[in-house]
């Protein structure tokens, strides 16, 4: 970075200068891309006899009120309902219960995550329908998938009691045909949360995430939620840009 800086300027720059305009511009783009983005991202509640058992993050991804989140939301800890919570800042403004429309193909096999038992898919993807419209256009969305050694965001609900959405900065580590990694701080209610790229593009989901701090986040890639999406006995609309 400091080298295409200086090359950028043209003559030699000082190298802790050329270091915090690198930071102060980084920070800038983190910030712009949590503001534009901060919009589409929902956190989703699992409810078992009317008592919250589990959490996911969602994100609306078109101009319908249609929400993805991770597969393995279905029957979370028993769970027989699902609720979208809406918050504008730290500000809950709304609570929908959501309607499935679609789930990934059962693995036909049920894991446990933390002694908590839930039903494997594949791909592990969910979509539901909201009946609250989003306030906001859909963003575009990107094409393909992104190079070992990229930035990208996730932004999201890191724990079921937090109202506020946070950003987490990552690069990808590997990049396979239906999956990516990401190593990145991120916590495990990250599950369902979209991917940026450097451009505010989002080019995936978190689908799982190994290790306590510095993790290799598992991403679904959004040429396979597209082909998932529009494919089956009932079509759904795709990504659109």
């Not at 769970?79 to 309607?99: I, M, S």
């Not at 989003?134 to 996730?154: E, K």
Request: hydrophobic share 35%; proline share 5%; glycine share 12%.
């Amino acid at each position: 970075d400091y080298d295409r800086l200086l090359g950028s300027m043209g003559f030699p720059i000082d190298y802790q200068l050329g270091r915090s305009v690198i930071s102060a511009a980084a920070e800038h783009k983190r910030k712009v891309i949590y503001e534009g983005c901060k919009n589409y991202v929902v956190k989703l509640e699992c409810l078992k006899d009317n008592k919250v058992v589990g959490f996911f993050n969602g994100f609306m991804y078109h101009d319908l009120p249609l929400i993805l989140t991770s597969g393995h939301i279905d029957c979370y800890a028993g769970a027989t309902n699902y609720f979208a919570l809406f918050y504008e800042g730290t500000a809950l403004q709304q609570k929908v219960e959501l309607k499935p429309l679609k789930f990934g193909q059962p693995a036909g096999v049920q894991q446990t995550f933390d002694g908590i038992p839930y039903n494997a898919h594949d791909p592990d993807l969910a979509l539901f329908e909201s009946s609250h419209n989003p306030v906001h256009g859909c963003r575009p969305f990107g094409a393909g998938q992104p190079s070992v050694g990229a930035t990208v965001f996730i932004i999201g609900f890191k724990d079921k009691e937090e109202p506020q959405l946070s950003i987490s900065e990552g690069h990808v580590s590997y990049v396979g045909i239906s999956c990516f990694h990401v190593a990145a701080y991120a916590d495990n209610g990250y599950s369902g949360s979209p991917v940026f790229n450097a451009d505010g593009y989002v080019i995936g989901m978190v689908m799982a995430g190994d290790g306590h701090t510095n993790k290799n986040v598992v991403v679904v890639p959004t040429t396979t939620i597209d082909n998932w999406l529009r494919l089956g006995e009932i079509s759904h609309p795709g990504f659109r840009g």
